[in-house]
């Protein structure tokens, strides 16, 4: 590997560029888990609400992140310590400690969550195993299986460690390659405007906070509700534009990438190649995979008053409309249907414009286009985002767990870090699909924390970054620059999180409340003990 790399370095930019690319690795493994449920959700619902107006922000969050995992990249292949002693020893053993605990939490809970998506996608798009909860609980079982023999086996070393790149690196593919296809074909149809595609890429930060345009017309009409549904489409807007920036680099990625650096032998030497391998493996497939979700959804369903929707989605969009008018309206009762039958067709319109929609249903309303295809690209390109997002939860989680026991990768605890996740997909039809109110009771904390705490991660790498302490003579040489960059990037991953966090502190639900007051008070206490952590730990450096 040495001599590739030096030749790559010394050589034109056409031989980096291949030599750098068979190279390539974490960043594979990043995009991996990157592309999964929470991407998926986040696209489809952008196009939905947003239509084109949206293509910015997914790139624009990923951006973010690379800026961030770039610097611990940077921090990991150049000091002598691993980022998570560093942090405890140089920042605050609270905030390091916070990191790898969110880690934790939003492995266990969100990888239920893939197991959800890979299930979903076996038995309604293929169409395969759906007889019944026995049947479901096999697909849990050879989702656990093959994840973590692959894990085992990773840990052997030699050519078997590699080959959970590979499995990653071909999931990835078949992801963009599925979502490729259907906009290939929308394309020949001339369903997509592309002129609105193109100026949907400039960041128009006002979109953020009214309804975009296309809903003008359709909420006049709607008179004296007008403003309920301007609203609601705003609080929804909120919640999916802090959902899908989120996904793009979560608090449990940050944490996973010091490790595949360190189990690949990266040395200072390889710190250009990390930043090649992030844009290649991480950037450009997550960017192609969710521009294409959000071009399809955008073009099938964006304020268009008709159209395939799930009854579920819809009546809960009526429901929130009826609540609005009736505080004592009860959607279980047995008049919930004929008071969504009786609501005004104007109002009826707007609620199917902005019903969220599934997979399923996008796959459904390309069937005229791609025949009975669209279940099938669909199903795979799913199964592969689940797969690999899983795999790599489990991943995490096992060096997590093996590191706060002060022995990353080690066996034993690198296995029973990832088979907790793992358990909590396996029951996956109780945990995440089943009971609603068990959902909620693991989303709400497990969003609030890592939320909240993603832009605590984000100081702990700028405070390194300006670490003399840490990385003594491989201090960055445009520090001023870089430290522009990471504020700007830690600045919009704070903007989600307090929005975020008074979206949730302003909730009616009790519930959703105080996870929301918690995390506003929680924020700017661990800003203040990081800065002070920092200053006591590095007056000397």
């Known amino acids: ?44 619902y952008l196009g939905v609400i947003g239509g084109y107006e949206f293509m910015w922000l997914q790139p624009l969050a990923m951006l973010c992140g690379i800026i961030m995992l770039s610097a611990i990249s940077h921090i990991t292949l150049s000091s002598k310590e691993r980022p998570f002693v560093a942090a405890k020893k140089n920042i605050s053993p609270i905030l390091a400690w916070g ?32 007889g019944g909860s026995a049947q479901t609980y096999t697909v849990t079982g050879i989702f656990t299986i093959f994840s973590l023999t ?35 074909v929308l394309a020949s149809r001339g369903d997509v405007a592309w002129g609105s595609f193109f100026k949907g890429l400039i960041p128009d930060f006002s979109a953020l906070f009214k309804p975009t345009s296309s809903y003008s017309e359709a909420i006049a009409a709607t008179g004296e509700n007008a403003s309920f549904w301007k609203k609601y489409i705003a609080d ?45 493996g991480l950037f450009v497939p997550f960017i192609l995979a969710t521009s294409f979700l959000v071009i399809a959804t955008s073009a099938q369903f964006h304020a268009k008053k008709d159209g395939i929707v799930s009854t579920g989605n819809y009546n809960a969009v009526l429901d929130s409309y009826l609540k609005s008018k009736n505080t004592d309206y009860d959607k279980k009762s047995v008049t919930a249907q004929a008071h969504r039958d009786a ?23 390309l069937e005229p286009a791609l025949g009975k295809n669209a279940q099938l690209i669909f199903g795979i390109g799913i199964l592969a985002m689940a797969i690999s997002t899983m795999i790599v939860h489990m991943m995490m989680n096992g060096y997590a767990v093996s590191e706060a026991f002060g022995k990353p990768g080690q066996k034993a605890l690198f296995m029973i870090g ?10 996956s039809p109780i945990l995440w699909t089943g009971n609603p109110d068990v959902k909620t009771a693991l989303n709400i904390p497990a969003g609030t924390i890592a939320t909240t705490l993603l832009p605590i991660a984000y100081l702990i790498f700028i405070l390194l970054m300006n670490s003399k302490k840490t990385l003594g003579n491989e201090m960055p040489r445009n520090r001023t620059l870089i430290n522009i960059l990471m504020l700007i990037a830690g600045g919009a991953a704070s903007f989600a999180a307090i929005w975020n966090l008074l979206g949730r502190y302003g909730s009616n639900d009790p519930f959703m409340h105080t996870f929301g007051l918690i995390g506003l008070i929680a924020l700017p206490v661990l800003l203040i003990i990081g800065v002070i952590g920092f200053i006591k730990n590095n007056k000397s450096s």
Request: charged letters at 15%.
């Open 150 to 184: 692959l894990l085992w086996l990773s840990l052997g070393g030699g050519k078997t460690s590699k080959v959970i790149e590979h499995v990653l690196k071909g999931l990835v593919a078949i992801v963009v390659l599925a979502f490729m296809a259907v906009v290939i």
């Open 99 to 130: 990191w790898l605990i969110a880690t934790i939490i939003a492995d266990v809970v969100y990888c239920a969550a893939q197991y959800g998506l890979g299930t979903d996608a076996v038995q309604n798009n293929l169409g395969i195993l759906n």
């Open 418 to 427: 990832a088979s907790m996740p793992a358990l909590a997909g396996f029951f």
């Open 236 to 280: 929804s807007q909120r919640d999916i534009i802090i959902g899908a920036f989120g996904s793009a680099v979560g608090i449990n990625m940050t944490f996973l990438m010091p490790y595949t650096l360190m189990k690949r032998g990266w040395t200072k030497r390889h710190r250009e190649l990390s930043r090649f391998d992030l844009a290649l």
């Open 343 to 365: 609501i005004p067709s104007a109002d009826k319109e707007v609620a199917t414009m902005v019903t969220k929609r599934t997979a399923k249903d996008l796959a459904t309303s």
């Open 1 to 44: 590997m040495s001599d590739l790399l030096e030749r790559a370095q010394n050589g034109p930019p056409l031989t980096k560029l291949g030599i750098y690319a068979k190279l390539s690795g974490p960043g594979w493994i990043q995009a991996a888990v990157t592309l999964g449920g929470g991407s998926l959700v986040g696209a489809l």
